[in-house]
């Protein structure tokens, strides 16, 4: 437990310092804890530190942390593929789907939003790196998505994600955040307001933050590593 508060501690200095060497301010570069594959313990040591939104990969983990930690007030957030069947308990339990990239699932959200009377903030998941693996709305597709989003008013478009290429290159990684950010510019200048870019995880949030990020999804610099494998 300890040893989350002194990686946080760790985390939060380390993105202030690749903002202040990217010449940015570091409040402008917010950090979302990532406690996939961490059990209720560990999210509620967490809760303890005053952090109280986390990204998830999968509806499931919600479900049960959510269920563990009821009372607690958590803003859950997901950060994984989601497919529509999901899309009933992320009405219900979510306050934000980062990885939006399909009209098909905009309208089975909008669906059971409608049902549960609640909004939902998003952003678009936008395919910026060269693994067939990465999920992603392709980036020229954005401009006619963001417009047929314009039909489903319980989705609150704040802006857009991305995922880089794992490579040890880091021009090609700094190339993908690089290109979230000129595809956020183009679509302001359509009238598409979107101020968030969430893009960086432990292992390349700097180049991330030099590109513009506004959010660094972080998992192993806050928890340590993963027992098992999770996209
Ligand atoms: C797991 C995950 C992260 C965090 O990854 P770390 O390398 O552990 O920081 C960020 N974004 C997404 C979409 C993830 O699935």
């Known amino acids: 437990m300890s040893d989350i508060a002194a990686n946080w501690a760790a985390v939060r200095r380390r993105v202030d310092a690749a903002c202040r060497e990217a010449g940015r301010n570091p409040a402008e570069v917010s ?73 098909e699932l905009a309208e089975a959200l909008q669906h059971r939003l409608d049902v549960e009377n609640r909004s939902l903030d998003v952003l678009v998941q936008v395919k910026t790196a060269r693994e067939e693996t990465k999920q992603g709305l392709p980036a020229d597709a954005l401009p006619d998505f963001l417009q047929q989003l314009r039909a489903f008013p319980r989705l609150r478009v704040k802006g857009l994600m991305t995922l880089a290429t794992l490579s040890e290159d880091t021009g090609e990684v700094r190339a993908c955040f690089r290109q979230l950010r000129e595809w956020r510019d183009r679509c302001a200048a359509e009238g598409y307001e ?38």
């Open 194 to 231: 979107l101020p968030k870019l969430s893009m960086g995880m432990s292992g390349d949030f700097p180049l991330a933050i030099a590109e513009g990020a506004t959010e660094v999804r972080i998992g192993t610099a806050i928890f340590g590593s993963r027992s098992y494998a999770s996209a």
């Open 31 to 103: 950090v979302l804890p990532v406690s996939k594959t961490f059990g209720a313990d560990v999210v509620r040591a967490a809760l303890g530190l005053g952090l109280y939104r986390f990204g998830e990969n999968k509806v499931q983990e919600i479900r049960e942390k959510a269920a563990a930690l009821a009372g607690e007030t958590i803003d859950w957030v997901v950060i994984g593929h989601l497919q529509t069947n999901k899309a009933r308990d992320v009405a219900r339990l979510a306050s934000e789907v980062q990885s939006l990239d399909r009209l």
